[in-house]
Nanobody, 123 residues
C-alpha cells in the first residue's frame, strides 16, 4: 500500500508560478513511477506529466509542455510539479499518482492516487 499526500496548491494570478509536492509513504518509492493528473469542474481527469523511477525520463501533455516540470527526490520520497506561466485553463484539482514500475498517460494505469490539491489561476 502506498499513500500519497499532495501540497502546494492555491490561488495565483495568470502568468504566475506554483510548485506542487507529493510525499509518498513506504520504503520502495524508487520502484514506483510517478505522475500528475488534473481534473477541472465538469471535465474528465486528464494526464499532465509523468516521470520514471530513476527520474531520467519525463513526459508531458502538450498543453503543459514547456511550462511545467516534473521532478523527484528519491531520498525524500517526494515528487514535484513546478508550474510556470500559469493560465486560467490550468485551474483544476491536481492529483499525484503512482504505479509500480511504469506509469502511463491513461488514468486506468494508476495504482494509487493522492487526495488532490486545488490550483486556481485567476485572469
Amino acid at each position: 500500500q502506498v499513500q500519497l499526500v499532495e501540497s502546494g496548491g492555491g490561488l495565483v494570478q495568470a502568468g504566475g508560478s506554483l510548485r506542487l509536492s507529493c510525499a509518498a509513504s513506504g520504503r520502495t518509492f524508487r520502484s514506483y513511477a510517478m505522475g500528475w493528473f488534473r481534473q477541472a469542474p465538469g471535465k474528465e481527469r486528464e494526464f499532465v506529466a509523468r516521470i520514471s523511477t530513476g527520474g531520467v525520463y519525463t513526459y508531458y501533455a502538450d498543453s503543459v509542455q514547456g511550462r511545467f516540470t516534473i521532478s523527484r527526490d528519491n531520498a525524500k520520497n517526494t515528487v514535484y510539479l513546478q508550474m510556470n506561466s500559469l493560465k486560467p485553463e490550468d485551474t483544476a484539482v491536481y492529483y499525484c499518482a503512482t504505479r509500480l514500475g511504469s506509469i502511463y498517460s491513461a488514468s486506468d494505469s494508476v495504482d494509487y492516487w493522492g487526495q488532490g490539491t486545488q490550483v486556481t489561476v485567476s485572469s
